[in-house]
């Protein structure tokens, strides 16, 4: 099942290219005790989601070929609103380890953790607060949590996942503190909605590609990553106390290079769908802080004529 928000908060179920929206009956299910919280729809969704499906279920076969409304028409929202947290791994692909120039990956660095309030919707602008820094994209894989998790164990940790979901981590280079380079307002597009493992599958055998103005920049599988999410997902529950709604991103793969004013950025992902956002420069000022030229050594940017730049794009189905 894929579940989207939409246009004023609304709640819907993706199927195939048109959307169903069921806000108001889960809504009217969820009003009743014990559903009844002080979180967002969305997340009491995910919370209460093994009460809630059987009515879900119900709503997409009873849905005609015309039912819904077609995609094109709504605008798409970031599927997660007010997750306590965001997990996200810093350097779990061995590629991107070597591009880098790290001398450390997940196994050393643990995990860091993004601002919520960065999180930016489908089709939305990422903005560049500085004119005189560099910033880059990070195609991500991510996973949203569906039940409470503490001190879980790797051969239980996908259980506790509600579904998965495409991440961008907008990153600005530099020697200040990770959580500070990728907390930014706008530097975490998410979507473009969550799609529940059992229409998904493994999340061990995922391919993803990140596209700038067309052109190929990453390229990578699950398969490639140090710690499997399952393995990533169980190590941060035995750091923070996991709640639904939780986004946890597993890194980025090697092509990480900048993003500019006017650059359109897409990611699509296996199974899931694309993610596209804008860029704008509008408003930056110089930087307040002096991490420029520290950290590790991003590679160099890459040209309209790279080799990576013609790669084809990889069919999703």
């Known amino acids: 099942m894929r579940i989207a928000r939409f246009d004023d908060d609304r709640v819907g179920v993706?199927?195939?290219?048109?959307?169903?929206?069921?806000?108001?009956?889960?809504?009217?299910?969820l009003a009743a005790s014990p559903y009844r919280a002080p979180h967002s729809l969305i997340r009491r969704l995910i919370t209460h989601f093994t009460a809630v499906r059987p009515l879900l279920e119900k709503l997409v076969a009873e849905m005609g070929p015309g039912g819904g409304r077609p995609l094109d028409e709504v605008r798409l929202l970031a599927p997660v609103t007010e997750p306590t947290k965001i997990v996200a791994a810093p350097v779990n692909y061995r590629d991107h380890q070597s591009e880098m120039n790290e001398a450390s990956h997940i196994s050393t660095l643990g995990f860091f953790l993004k601002s919520p309030a960065s999180i930016l919707d489908p089709g939305g602008t990422v903005r560049l607060p500085y004119t005189d820094r560099r910033f880059d994209h990070e195609a991500e894989f991510a996973l949203v949590v569906g039940r409470r998790a503490s001190h879980i164990t790797p051969e239980v940790a996908l259980d506790h996942v509600f579904g998965y979901t495409g991440l961008?981590?907008?990153?600005?280079?530099?020697?200040?503190?990770?959580?500070?380079?990728?907390?930014?307002?706008?530097?975490?597009?998410?979507g473009p909605w969550i799609v529940t493992p059992d229409e998904f599958g493994?999340?061990?055998?995922?391919?993803?590609?990140?596209?700038?103005?067309?052109?190929?920049?990453?390229?990578?599988?699950?398969?490639?990553?140090?710690?499997?999410?399952?393995?990533?997902?169980?190590?941060?529950?035995?750091?923070?106390?996991?709640?639904?709604?939780?986004?946890?991103?597993?890194?980025?793969?090697a092509g990480v290079a900048p993003i500019e004013d006017g650059d359109s950025v897409a990611l699509t992902v296996d199974r899931i769908g694309r993610l596209q956002v804008d860029v704008t420069a509008e408003g930056a000022v110089p930087c307040p802080t002096g991490g420029a030229g520290h950290g590790p050594v991003p590679p160099s940017a890459p040209s309209a004529a790279s080799d990576a730049s013609r790669l084809p794009l990889r069919e999703t189905p």
Do not use: C
């Open 202 to 253: 493994s999340p061990e055998d995922v391919h993803l590609e990140l596209t700038v103005n067309g052109e190929l920049r990453q390229k990578a599988n699950t398969r490639d990553l140090i710690w499997s999410a399952a393995r990533f997902l169980a190590y941060a529950s035995t750091v923070t106390v996991l709640e639904p709604g939780d986004v946890v991103t597993t890194g980025t793969p």
């Open 168 to 190: 961008m981590d907008i990153t600005m280079r530099g020697g200040e503190d990770r959580s500070t380079r990728k907390s930014f307002d706008t530097f975490t597009p998410l």
């Open 14 to 29: 993706v199927v195939h290219d048109r959307i169903l929206d069921v806000t108001d009956r889960i809504t009217a299910q």
